[in-house]
């Protein structure tokens, strides 16, 4: 049996994040999207929206599981028994920070392979921070995450804007 992790902070969510698990979950038999922790990153949705959000949206994809990790990459996609780790490729400047991590993980355990899927030309633009910058102003971002988290974003910001 195949198992590959799609770890990444999905805060929230995007068409982008939700194009790559389609495909991913055509090619293995098991894909965990796998929400991190990212010391350096003060989270708008916590950890547990997050994945409660990705639940949500992939009910569709049965062979599709989430749930959140703390620690090292490698020694969780170890204890899942897992050896491929999926990446999405955006622009060149994803390059440097995919392959950095890449080639620490390869260090840390020989036996995980990292694949990046290139991103759908329609997402190439997208990512979490284009659409919490939009969603802040009220603009709209229908196009670029599923209804679910549109709604979620306009209650956060909504909140956060009146207290
Ligand atoms: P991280 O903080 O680990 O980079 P993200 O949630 O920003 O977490 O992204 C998770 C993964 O999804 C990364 O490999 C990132 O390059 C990829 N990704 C993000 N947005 C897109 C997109 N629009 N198209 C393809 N891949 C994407």
Same mark, same amino acid.
């Given at each position: 049996?195949?198992?590959? *992790?799609?770890?990444?902070?999905? %805060?929230?969510?995007?068409?982008? #994040?939700?194009? !790559?698990? #389609?495909?991913?979950?055509?090619?293995?038999?098991? *894909?965990?999207?796998?929400?991190g922790r990212?010391?350096?990153?003060?989270?708008?949705?916590?950890?547990?929206?997050?994945?409660?959000?990705?639940?949500?949206?992939?009910?569709?994809?049965?062979? *599709?599981?989430?749930?959140?990790?703390d620690?090292?990459?490698? #020694?969780?996609?170890?204890?899942?028994?897992?050896?491929?780790? !999926?990446?999405?490729?955006?622009?060149?400047? %994803?390059? %440097?920070?995919?392959?950095?991590?890449?080639?620490?993980?390869?260090?840390? %355990?020989?036996?995980?392979?990292?694949?990046?899927?290139?991103?759908?030309?329609?997402?190439?633009?997208?990512?979490?921070? !284009?659409?919490?910058? !939009?969603?802040?102003?009220?603009?709209?971002?229908?196009?670029?995450?599923?209804?679910?988290?549109?709604?979620?974003?306009?209650?956060?910001?909504?909140?956060?804007?009146?207290?």
């Amino acid at each position: 049996m195949q198992i590959a *992790v799609y770890p990444g902070s999905f %805060d929230p969510v995007t068409n982008g #994040h939700l194009d !790559i698990i #389609h495909r991913a979950s055509r090619l293995f038999d098991q *894909v965990i999207v796998a929400v991190g922790r990212q010391a350096s990153k003060e989270p708008l949705f916590s950890f547990d929206e997050r994945v409660e959000i990705i639940q949500l949206v992939t009910t569709d994809l049965p062979n *599709v599981t989430v749930e959140s990790f703390d620690g090292l990459l490698a #020694h969780y996609v170890h204890r899942k028994e897992a050896n491929i780790i !999926i990446r999405g490729l955006r622009a060149i400047s %994803d390059f %440097d920070y995919e392959f950095q991590l890449a080639l620490a993980i390869k260090k840390l %355990d020989n036996n995980i392979e990292t694949l990046f899927m290139m991103t759908n030309s329609e997402y190439s633009f997208l990512s979490s921070s !284009i659409v919490k910058e !939009i969603a802040s102003y009220d603009g709209c971002v229908r196009d670029l995450v599923p209804p679910l988290v549109a709604e979620r974003l306009r209650q956060k910001y909504q909140y956060q804007n009146n207290s």
